[in-house]
Each structure stands twice: as C-alpha cells, then as structure tokens.
C-alpha cells in the first residue's frame, strides 16, 4: 500500500510538471563548478562531532527560497523560478512551486510531492489552519486543504495586499512567514519596497504604511499590524524558548530583538517619521566583518574571525532535542557570502537581549552554497536549505534554476526512533506542557489551534499555568490559551505579578493584543476604529510601569504606549519616564519617545507634565526638541516644558536646552517664549554657547553682538567656538554678514565657514576672491571649497579658469561638482566644463563600452599588482565623503565594509552606472536658492522651517524661506562618471583596494 501512494504521488507530481514551462538557466558560470550533493554535504567543516547528509538535491528540490513543517513531520520547500537577472527583475513566464518532501526523520527523502505549481513571485510559506499560506509580494495568499491531501481544496485566496515590489529596487521585498507563540502570523519586509498593506477592499486612509521590518496577521481576526520600521533587508526571524522573537538582517546591522513599535536604523538617513529623531541601533555587540580599520587583526584570511559578511538569510533559534545541550538557545543565521553558519549567544542585557558572536558552526565548502534559512525538524535535528548559485545575492551576472539542497546536520551516529503523533488530546498535551523539542511544541499548538474545541487540552493547560514554575511551559500555556480564547477570566490579570519577568511581559502584551498599534507614521491609520482601553487594565500598567524592577517588562510597557488611545498615553508615560537607571538604555528612551509622539502633536499639557518629571535625558531632549518646531504655532508647549523644567538640575536644563537647539535648526528667528529669561537666569554656565545662540534666534540684539565677537576672535573662545559663533550668524544672516565672512578668509581654521557664508552673495569678485586664496584652504576641506564654487556660474567660471591655468588641479574637481556646474543651465559655463574637464557620460551605449574595457582592464592579474595603500588614499578623496569602509567615512551612502566588493562586476556596474537602479532614498535633489545658488544632494531630514542636504563634500541645513523651488531627479546621489579623472593605475588601485577584505594602511 505504502509503494502504490508513492506511486500516486510521485504520478500527480509529474503531472503538475508536465505543464510546468521548462526551466532555463542565465547564469553563465558552467555547471563543471557545481560540486555533488554529497561532496558539498561532505566538504562542510562542522564541529567535531557533527556530520552532514544531502537531504535533498536537484531534480527534487530546486531554487529554495523557504522552507516550514507540517504535523506530518514533511518538509515543505517554496521553490522560487520568477527572480531573475537586473535587467529582467522577474521572469513572468515562469511559475513558483511548493513541493513537501518526505522522510525527514531520516537522512534522505523518501517521497516528493507537488503541492502547487501555479504561483509567481514566491518567498515565503507556511503550512497550518487549514491551508498553505504564500508570501507573492504584492500579496499574502492562503490556499486551503482542510482535509490535509496535499491537494488544493480550491483556488488561492488574497489575504492581504499591499506589498509593493519597487519600481527601482527588486530584491528587497516582502519574505518569510511564520507562526507565532501567540497564534499571529509573523512576516518581514525590506526597507525599498515601502508598500501600504491591509486587507483586500481597505481603502487607503486605513492602510498600514509597511516601511520595512516585521508585520503580523491574525488569522482568524483577519486584522494586521506593522510591528517595526527600518532595517535594509530583513530575512529570517525567530522565538526563544520564552517566546522573545528576533530576526536577523542585510547591511546595517545583522540582528534585532524584535520590539514591537520600534523604529530601527536603516542605511538611509530618513526614517519616514521624521518626528522620530533617532532609531534604536541592532542588537548585537559585533559585527560580521572587519569594520575596526585595524587591518593587523585581519592580514592572511584572519578576517574569517569576523563572520564572512554582512548579507544574513534563516534564523534559527536552537531548540530541538538532538544537538548537544551547549547549542540550545543559540541562534544560528547563514552568512550569505561567507558560506557559513553563524553562531550567536543571546543574553539578556537592560530591558532586552545582545547578541555576542560564538564560532561559527559550519563552513561550506562548496563556492555554489548560497544558504537560505535552516530549521530544526520532528527528529531534533537541523535543516538547511541552499539556493545553490554562482552569483551572488543580487543574481546580476544571471540565475541558475535547475540547482538548490536541503542538507541535514546532526551529530555523528545518533540515530533514534522518532513517532510522529497523529496529535491526540494527549499528544497537544505532552507537546506544549513536556516536550523540549521545538517543532513537537510548536506543530501541538497549531493542531489545537486548528481544531480548538477540546475540553481535555483546555483544562490540562489552565492547570499546568497555575502549577508550573517552569516560565516557558508557563508561557507556552498562557500564549496557546489566548490564541484559542480559552484563558479564564481574571487570568491573565493574576499573570501580571507571575514572578517571571517575562511571563509578567507576556501578560501585558496579551491583555493589549486586540488594541491596534500605531504603524511607522503614528495612530492615523487607526481613526475609523474606536480605541479605547480598560480602565482597571490600565491602572494595572501604571502600577507596573512605577514599582515593577524589571527593565524587560518597562520596554513592554512603553511598546504598549502606541496600543493606547492617545489622550491615556501620558498616564503610562509618568512612571516610565521617571526611572533614571534606564536613562542609558538601549531601547527605552526612545522606544517612550515613539509612544509620546502623537502625545507631543496634539496633549501639551500633558507632554509638558511628561517633561516636568522626566530622568531620561534622550526622551526630554526630543520632548524638546518638537516643542521647539512647534514654536510659532502652538507655543504654549514649550512654555510649558520651560516653567516644568526650570527648577530641575544642569542635565535637565542641558537636555532641554540642547531639544530647542535641535529643534530650530536652520530658523533665522524665532518667538521668544515668554518663560525664557526665566529659565535661563536659572541655569549655569554650563551652557552658555547654547543660551547665547538661541538669545540670538529670539532677537535679542545684544546676544547678537555678542555672537559676532565671539566669531571675529573679539574673546577669548575657543576656536570651536568661534567656528560654532559663524555658523549660527549665516544661519541667520545678519546684514553684517559679509564683512564678519570677508575678514575670516584669512583664518585657516575658519576660511571654510566664511567661505560659505560669503557663497550667499552673488559677486564674481566673492569667487575670484575665494580662488585666488584656495592654497590657504587646508587640503580635507578643498573639496567643499570646490563645491561652494561649483554652486553659480560666476564662481564657477573662476574655479575652471583657474583650472585650465594650471592654478588648481583639474581632479580636484568631481565629477559630482562638473554635473553640478552643468546643473546651473548656464550653456556658457557648459561648455567651458567640457573645454577643461570634459564631457559627462550620458549614453547607455557608452557606459556599457565603459564597464566592458574595465572589466577587462581589472583582470586578476592587474588587481594582484594593485597597490592598496594608494587604493585607499584615492578612496578617501573620491569616495570616503559618502560612504562608510571599515569605521571611516560618511554615512550618506550605504556603508560598503560588508557589501560584495569581490564580486568586479558588481563594483564596476555600480560605479560606472550608479543611476541604472536607484533606490528612492538615495534620488539627488536639485535646490535654486532665492540667492542664486544650485545646491545638489541628498535630502537627508525636513521639517516645516529648513531642508536638511548632504552634499558631496558637506552637510548643509538651508532655511525654506531661502529655497526657490527644488526637484527630484532620477539621478543617484552617486555621481556618474566618478573615475573619469583618474589614472589607469588609480583606478587598479582604487578596485584592488575595495575588493580587498581587510583594510590596509595609508601610505606614509
């Protein structure tokens, strides 16, 4: 019987791919690479101890992008066809599979199965209440089998939508589902591919801005939450034994305990919320590659200490009962470029959890091995599940289709009898309340929650809640409770005072679970539905929030601000905020903050009495900090903060002080608030720079005086001082302005700062003036000279006559500063930037020809002959304004420290053709000044008085009273002919030193 259904099976199988379209392969690396399943199996370098099987290969199991489990103990793959190449994003002619393989609790498969072959766009799946569940961005659909054949029980149904795959960036979409302790469905998204997402039919005031990060969906509410914002590309998530979740990320940091309501770090400078200030960082205390600059460590292949890369896919927090106990609650991710298992040690740290690196686990040893995601499975064991690629992670030279694994890992000759259940009463029972294997809890509570009335499993479980002292059984029970709507009245209440912090945790969250949070822009999404929130219930958080020592349930307090209306958060705030041994906190000062956000916009009595009692001086800086931005419409708040704040110490004072300045950054005047001179009779001189500046904002004319001394050297400040004195006066603009910036551009240690002061007038003599000084500009700071005379055609006409007279030299001007005077529409200036400089590549034909000749010129051979140190200079003037390599450099770019620096045809595309693929984020912004100036960058902050700008050689705040108009262009930040000026052995240089994986020494 058991052969003629393998028959059957494998009979339907082959059905399905007989009308699948064939498969085709664009990769151009030969197949000859690709090692066998089992020489990749056994080349992987493992623990002693530890052995791996190739569970599965190629025709059975191809590009696997996912992976979950069944009941069953099966293997459930999503195989991914439709991602292809740059060029083509996604091959549409094709389909996306999901087949379950068999056998798992031995080393090979026993039986494949096709369960659909109609789906496109697949990453992501989930097997469990009543269906298959897909992530196809732009949508979430749920196939149903009620009856578990594995056969389709009807067409797949759209459960959400709205994940929008962008136009510019393709690889960053939504990923990954699974569920989670407490019945939700969890799934992720990258930062590119903002989309709006809800419900089929929800009308867009009601969407949810999904802006990268973690989302949720209740299955059987069907409501959904956006639970993070920020992240580039997040691409594995799971739960500790305590049901704590984290997820693991690309680029900007590799894992993140996940805190619902967070605003997290991206590698762009806007984080949509502008009125968020500050993301919270990642949650671990190391990195995957070398970013320290102290190359010595890293010298002959060292660097394999750090990790192998900054590209993470899988998440795995060990929990299975086959391993030895020293890897349980490890957390296990895939180094996408280092081939390779990382190993993270999660500890319990302030009001969450750091990550500390531990060794690796596993190497492979196949160049081939692009890892996925690895889970552990019914027998305790590990699977993980390999792409099986050439390329690299952005698929740019092309795909290989017909290759991908599934490799099983376990210890060496443990073999034992694993029986899985047919999930009886009793075996829900002994999965959820004995078993520490984390597939037999998890698959117990997914066939409750797919069959919940059960009256045995009910009572077994309220029992062990109030017997267990064991806090993961005990939240085990108290999460399959709830999801099933079977906790007893009063319980959850009596679990607030559990003596377990994070049962104490759970407790909160779930009292709250069915008050919407806030998504990335604040409760806006939410006014069609009527929050509101238990008295007594919120009494009990407040009593937690003053007199509860544990930091973990304080962070889950001050999440559960955004479930809050917004007129009650003020009362959870008071307590919160008044614990001065969380001031330092990694999460907690902020994550009040987001909560106090709406609070701020709309409650100003009541964020001024938050203020008024506030020990944690991030959150009353930027309580602050939007009291000042708000100054000219609803002064009162900030009025209020003054008379709250002004009796308390320096620090308050200071942090105050230090919120207003922020908040006015780039005014030229402000009202004064009629508390003032009030607050600061009372504080010392501590901060005297600071009060006098902003006298100056509220008009006081001696302040001024005072500031233009300090400025002219009149004192005896410091030179910071005076270089913050000059500033502040052009951010103002006095009529004394350009005599202040004139009898400074002598001073080599303000002629920087005057020279953009005077760059605000528009006089050729200004320009002459500027370069006939510009060898008494110290050499760092030559470039933002450069650019202030690359900002009018009269400035600009003297920089390049001074050029094409050899009185400055002609790669002192960027190819971002030559498209900038082109940007000036002044066809006289063009044409003497083509004399001088020449021409900027346009033509796609000619930047093809481009990236061909240096691909060729950049062979192995000429990069081995590179001298790096040289490399390393070139990148500092070139690059190192705009991107971060090893520690050092700007932030406006992505940091390029773990990107695919190997890989030449990846730097040379991105190089000579940057605006080929332009991510939103980082579009240049052309701004006509009412003065005349064109000042071309990256937006990087904007509020209602000034525009934030990163240049290529400086970051410049420009008032919006002094903008005359502005345009996005479809231009990259990154200029295009970036190397043009340079050298055949400048740029072998530059290229030997960014595909090197450790840094190296400036020359000498």
């Not at 389709?152 to 990954?176: M, R, S």
């Not at 770090?265 to 600059?293: C, K, Q, S, V």
Request: glycine share 8%.
């Amino acid at each position: 019987m058991r052969c003629f259904l393998a028959i059957m099976t494998l009979g339907f199988a082959c059905a399905c791919q007989a009308e699948f379209p064939p498969l085709f392969n664009t990769e151009p690396v030969s197949d000859e690479s690709l090692m066998t399943p089992a020489d990749a199996a056994a080349g992987m370098k493992l623990p002693e101890g530890f052995t791996a099987t190739a569970f599965a290969a190629e025709p059975n199991v191809q590009n696997p992008i996912a992976m979950t489990w069944d009941g069953k103990g099966r293997l459930w793959i999503a195989e991914n066809y439709t991602y292809a190449e740059r060029t083509q994003r996604f091959q549409l002619d094709l389909h996306d599979r999901v087949v379950i393989l068999d056998g798992a609790t031995g080393d090979q498969m026993t039986k494949r199965t096709v369960f659909t072959d109609n789906v496109q766009m697949l990453t992501g799946i989930e097997v469990g209440m009543g269906g298959v569940w897909l992530m196809c961005p732009p949508k979430l659909l749920f196939i149903p089998d009620a009856n578990q054949d594995d056969v389709p029980d009807g067409p797949a149904e759209t459960v959400l939508d709205g994940f929008t795959v962008a136009a510019a960036n393709y690889h960053n979409f939504a990923n990954g589902i699974r569920f989670g302790p407490d019945g939700w469905l969890y799934g992720r998204c990258g930062g590119s591919c903002p989309g709006r997402i809800g419900v089929p039919g929800t009308d867009d005031a009601n969407r949810l801005a999904m802006e990268g990060g973690i989302w949720r969906y209740h299955p059987r509410r069907k409501t959904v939450e956006v639970l993070t914002s920020g992240t580039t590309n997040p691409w594995g998530h799971d739960w500790n034994s305590l049901g704590e979740m984290f997820f693991v990320n690309t680029v900007n940091g590799h894992l993140w305990h996940m805190i619902p309501g967070s605003h997290l770090t991206r590698p762009f400078l806007l984080d949509p919320n502008r009125r968020t200030y500050e993301l919270i960082d990642f949650h671990a205390d190391h990195w995957h590659f070398d970013t320290t600059g102290s190359w010595t460590d890293s010298r002959d292949g060292a660097a394999n200490q750090f990790g192998g890369g900054h590209a993470h896919s899988g998440c795995m927090v060990y929990q299975g009962d086959a391993w030895p106990e020293k890897y349980r609650g490890q957390l296990f991710t895939l180094n996408f470029h280092g081939r390779r298992a990382n190993q993270e040690r999660l500890q319990r740290e302030g009001s969450g959890y750091v990550a500390r690196h531990d060794e690796d686990f596993m190497i492979a040893t196949d160049t081939w091995f692009r890892g996925m995601d690895l889970s552990s499975g019914p027998d305790g064991n590990v699977f993980v599940i390999d792409w099986s690629d050439a390329g690299e992670c952005h698929e740019h030279t092309g795909v290989h289709r017909t290759s991908g694994r599934v490799f099983k890992i376990k210890p060496s000759g443990a073999e034992q009898d694993t029986v899985i259940p047919a999930w009886s009463s009793d075996a829900i029972i002994a999965g959820l309340t004995k078993s520490r294997n984390v597939w037999h809890q998890r698959q117990a509570q997914l066939a409750l929650m797919s069959h919940p009335e059960n009256p045995q499993v009910v009572t077994a479980l309220r029992d062990t809640l109030a017997k267990t002292l064991d806090a993961p059984v005990a939240i085990r029970c108290l999460t399959t409770l709830h999801s099933i709507d079977q906790l007893e009245p009063g319980q959850l209440t009596a679990m607030l005072s559990h003596s377990n912090e994070h049962v104490r945790a759970w407790a909160i969250r779930l009292a709250t679970d069915a008050m919407p949070i806030d998504d990335c822009m604040g409760p806006h999404w939410k006014s069609n539905q009527s929050v509101s929130v238990d008295p007594t219930l919120l009494q009990s958080l407040v009593d937690l929030a003053a007199h509860d020592k544990s930091a973990l349930v304080r962070l889950t307090l001050a999440s559960t601000l955004q479930r809050l209306p917004v007129e009650r958060r003020a009362e959870l705030a008071l307590p919160l905020v008044a614990h001065a041994s969380d001031a330092d906190d990694h999460n907690l000062p902020l994550m009040i903050w987001y909560g106090l956000i709406p609070v701020a916009d709309t409650q100003h009595q009541q964020i001024a009495a938050v203020a008024a009692k506030c020990e944690l001086p991030t959150t009353l800086r930027l309580i602050s900090r939007v009291a000042a931005e708000e100054i000219e419409k609803q002064p009162a708040i900030l009025d209020s903060i003054l008379v709250a704040c002004s009796d308390r110490g320096e620090q308050a004072r200071g942090s105050v002080l230090q919120g207003i300045s922020e908040g006015l950054i780039g005014w030229q005047r402000a009202p004064k608030p009629e508390h003032w001179d009030d607050f600061v009779n009372k504080s010392g001189q501590q901060h005297v720079d600071l009060t006098r500046e902003l006298n100056v904002l509220f008009g006081d004319g001696r302040a001024m005086q005072d500031l233009i001394e300090v400025a002219m050297g009149k004192t005896d400040a410091s030179d910071e001082s005076r270089l913050a004195a000059l500033e502040k006066l052009i951010q103002i603009d006095p009529p004394q302005l350009r005599e202040i910036c004139e009898s400074l551009l002598g001073n080599n240690r303000l002629n920087v700062m005057a020279a953009r002061g005077l760059s605000k007038f528009n006089d050729p003599s200004i320009g002459k003036a500027i370069v006939n000084r510009y060898g008494s500009f110290r050499a760092p700071f030559r470039p933002q000279v450069v650019s202030i005379l690359s900002s009018r055609p009269s400035f600009a006409t003297e920089l390049l006559h001074a050029i094409e007279d050899g009185k400055i030299s002609r790669s002192d001007l960027s190819a971002f500063q030559a498209r900038q005077i082109l940007s000036l529409g002044d066809d006289t200036v063009a044409q003497l930037v083509r004399d001088v400089w020449g021409d900027v590549r346009e033509s796609s034909d000619e930047k093809k020809a481009r990236m061909a000749a240096l691909t060729a010129q950049l062979g192995p051979d000429s990069l081995a002959h590179s001298d790096r140190s040289a490399g390393r200079a070139v990148f500092a003037k070139t690059c190192q304004t705009c991107h971060r390599l090893y520690g050092v450099g700007g932030k406006v770019g992505p940091d390029l420290t773990g990107s695919n620096r190997n890989n030449l045809d990846y730097l040379v595309s991105n190089i000579v053709d940057p605006s080929s693929v332009v991510d939103k984020n980082y579009r240049m912004s052309l701004i006509l000044m009412t003065d005349g100036r064109v000042i071309s960058g990256l937006v990087t902050d904007e509020n209602d008085k000034s525009v934030s700008i990163q240049t290529a050689t400086e970051a410049l705040v420009l008032s919006k009273d002094q903008i005359e108009s502005r345009k996005l262009t479809d231009k990259s930040s990154m200029p295009e002919g970036l190397i043009d000026t340079l050298s055949e052995t400048e740029v072998r240089d530059l290229f030997g030193y960014l595909s090197h994986p450790t840094q190296v020494d400036l020359p000498e």
